[in-house]
């Protein structure tokens, strides 16, 4: 199992930057995959960013320029850096890791989420 706690929510302006961390209960260095996802006000959770156990790196064609995930496996942190917010950004941002069992079972754990609110 996998407890994972975010953090650096808040509230900022348009134009500005925030900096979201996850930091997992355990070593991320065989997690197959670790992500942020977003939901909306009144929509449907949404991939925002993907770092895979080979170290690459994706991120959703509406963050791209903007947004930056990366990872420190010695902290077991994942940090998402979101510059140039618009108030679209603005969404409850969870942290998500996908584990693979040596049979080949996959499991996904969540953080609890948090706010951001970007303000035009």
């Known amino acids: 199992q996998v407890q994972l706690v975010e953090s650096g929510g808040g509230l900022v302006q348009a134009g500005g930057s925030l900096r979201l961390s996850c930091t997992a209960s355990?070593?991320?260095?065989?997690?197959?995959?670790m992500s942020w996802y977003r939901q909306p006000p009144g929509k449907q959770r949404e991939l925002v960013a993907t770092?895979?156990?080979?170290?690459?790196?994706n991120v959703a064609d509406s963050v791209k320029g903007r947004f930056t995930i990366s990872k420190n496996t010695a902290k077991n942190t994942v940090t998402l850096q979101m510059n140039s917010l618009k108030p679209e950004d603005t969404a409850v941002y969870y942290c998500?890791?996908?584990?693979?069992?040596?049979?080949?079972?996959?499991?996904?754990?969540w953080g609890q989420g948090t706010q951001v609110t970007v303000s035009s």
């Open positions: 998500n890791a996908e584990t693979m069992s040596t049979t080949g079972f996959f499991s996904n754990y």
């Open positions: 355990r070593s991320i260095l065989r997690i197959k995959s």
């Open positions: 770092t895979a156990s080979d170290g690459s790196t």
